[in-house]
């Protein structure tokens, strides 16, 4: 199986996002209040991976999937969520490709309506 670092081209980086912080304020249920804040903007290479439409709370919402990978950025966690010009990408896995701290593969999701 090639590894990814063997076929990476730095030229597919071609987009930029914002790699954002959930906020840290706490509202009087628990519950997080405040902005979104940004951590680092990078490029970035945006791969859909699948897409599907679920029922929830008895409304439909579209939920895709996507791999996003960037260089390696310090501090990356699966709180976060990677702005993608007017879209939101939640980051669920954080991937540090073979430990070397060259690239970070982020598997996300994207609720849609």
């Given at each position: 199986m090639p590894k990814i670092l063997d076929k990476f081209v730095t030229g597919s980086l071609r987009h930029r996002v914002t790699i954002q912080e959930p906020p840290t304020g706490t509202g009087?249920?628990?519950?997080?209040?405040g902005d979104w804040s940004d951590l680092a903007t990078v490029r970035a290479h945006i791969e859909q991976l699948s897409g599907d439409e679920l029922?929830?709370?008895?409304?439909?919402v579209a939920n895709a999937s996507?791999?996003?990978?960037?260089?390696?950025?310090?501090g990356v966690t699966p709180e976060?969520?990677?702005?993608?010009?007017?879209?939101?990408?939640?980051?669920?896995?954080?991937?540090?490709?073979d430990e070397l701290n060259r690239l970070i593969v982020?598997?996300?999701?994207?609720?849609v309506g």
């Open positions: 009087t249920r628990g519950e997080r209040t029922i929830q709370a008895h409304q439909q996507h791999r996003v990978t960037i260089r390696y950025t310090a976060q969520r990677v702005k993608f010009g007017d879209r939101y990408l939640y980051v669920g896995a954080v991937n540090n490709v982020l598997t996300c999701r994207e609720e």
